[in-house]
DNA sequence: CGAAGGCTTGACCGCTATCAAAGCACGTGG
DNA sequence: CCACGTGCTTTGATAGCGGTCAAGCCTTCG
């Protein structure tokens, strides 16, 4: 999986934004391709089956994730418009992936991709830096799942879900959740119930409010940034946070 | 004395074994390189430096890990003979890298790496496929810290140090764990007196078998797989079991 | 309007963290 | 060779965060 938008890493953020008007990037691989639909619910493809292709998500959003023995379930990532799904693949898939919503994709066949991506040189920057990115993304759950507080843990995550130009940051941004509580509960490895006790204390602190059973509005960016125990880095020239004492309990 | 880590120099003489013969393969172009020493807890690289070099552990192991805000460390993997470090990267390293015990690497620019698999298609397939089993490893983890317990992190970790020749495996190989406790700790997401006390037990059922500060032997691998929370899920009492399909990627 | 599914809230419990101290291995110097 | 110090590990006692179980509420839809 990977996710061309990620709030915490600036330099990638720009680099995707140039890809759009690009001629020879991977989505113009997948223009060509017709669009197809999948109900909110649907699954594209299970772990462990032959990884016949790859997939851009078009329009809606995708959970890719892992069952293990007794049917505990890892949400290892979602999707969203403009993510290509099975970049890191080798011969099978490694996740199941399921629609969140009513989701358009293409789909794109893996031997072409690699034929593509074979015979045009441009390409392969593109897809290290999607692998690359993907990587960060990976390290970075491993951090949050290994050391952060479930107040941490949500946080963060809302930060992940919020739109990342730069002006719709700080105040009043609202944030999409498409997904369910349980979704975000096995992303997080979390319960629903300590999900949902989360939100609700981060919604009495004025932090956030909710707008809806698939929305919240950002209210206090900074003290969010500073909840999410990712912040804090001293010396680094990041002015636009002015930080309060942080109460830890 | 740093021990001498006969089960580590073994993992790097079979992998050099396979690898050798191949003419056009990554660890063929570290090969002309010099070799270095790094002493026990000496550091590679630190997070967010630029990445200028890549790296392959010749001999010895490293840790490779993040720290967060307040001092929390995270160990997202641990790299022995044979592995190569870096190839994930884009312009800066996404974590700090040390070593555990006295370890021999050699370097390799990462400009002139690119330039060398750009040049040589060869390689191309085996860059891939490192990035794609780092990829799965670090899934793995993730399903690891999201959603096992204690007892079945430490059974999966131990698995995971196993040495990995078939033959070797079953009964009464012995796992080298050059690591201390608190680096196992911090790369299950726990810590050390729940690592201990895990081990403990482990050793009071008679699964394991304590070899030295930095060795234990495996009395029961079947047990050990079942209680990684990974094989097959058997809800009746079967004791020792065949260990068939244990591992499927 | 009622059923169903998702979400929130509350009471309680257990796993693992935390705090504390004792045990061990190993190196150093007398 | 032994005494001693240091750092790592083990073991024990206690506490707290988040999981589990159980209602109750809200939203949607037939």
């Given at each position: 999986?990977?996710q ?12 995707v ?27 594209l493809?299970?772990e462990g ?7 851009e ?10 069952i ?13 418009g403009?993510d ?9 898939y490694?996740?199941s992936?399921?629609?969140?919503v ?17 015979s045009?040189?441009?390409l392969?920057?593109?897809?290290f ?8 993304a ?48 096995d ?5 629903i119930?300590?999900?949902s006790?989360t ?11 909710p707008a809806?059973r ?8 900074g003290l969010?940034?500073q ?6 880095y001293?010396g680094?020239e990041?002015g ?7 109460n830890?309990?």
């Amino acid at each position: 999986m990977l996710q061309a938008n990620n709030i915490h890493h600036l330099r990638e953020v720009t680099s995707v934004a140039l890809l759009g008007p690009e001629p020879n990037c991977l989505q113009a691989l997948f223009r060509k391709q017709p669009v197809e639909h999948f109900a909110a619910g649907q699954t594209l493809f299970f772990e462990g089956d032959i990884a016949k292709h790859l997939f851009e998500v078009v329009e809606g959003s995708l959970r890719i994730f892992k069952i293990i023995s007794d049917g505990r379930r890892v949400i290892t990532g979602f999707l969203h418009g403009g993510d290509i799904v099975g970049v890191s693949l080798k011969s099978h898939y490694l996740y199941s992936a399921e629609a969140i919503v009513d989701t358009r994709i293409r789909r794109f066949s893996r031997k072409a991709f690699e034929a593509e991506v074979a015979s045009c040189p441009e390409l392969r920057p593109e897809v290290f830096a999607r692998l690359c990115d993907e990587m960060a993304a990976a390290q970075d759950q491993m951090v949050l799942l290994s050391r952060k507080s479930a107040e941490e843990r949500v946080c963060t995550f809302l930060l992940k879900q919020m739109p990342c130009e730069p002006g719709e940051r700080g105040y009043n941004a609202v944030v999409d959740l498409p997904m369910t509580r349980l979704d975000i509960a096995d992303y997080l490895g979390l319960t629903i119930e300590t999900v949902s006790r989360t939100m609700t204390k981060l919604a009495q602190k004025g932090i956030v409010c909710p707008a809806g059973r698939h929305a919240v509005r950002i209210m206090k960016y900074g003290l969010l940034v500073q909840l999410s125990g990712d912040g804090e880095y001293f010396g680094d020239e990041r002015g636009q946070i002015a930080y309060a004492g942080a109460n830890r309990h």
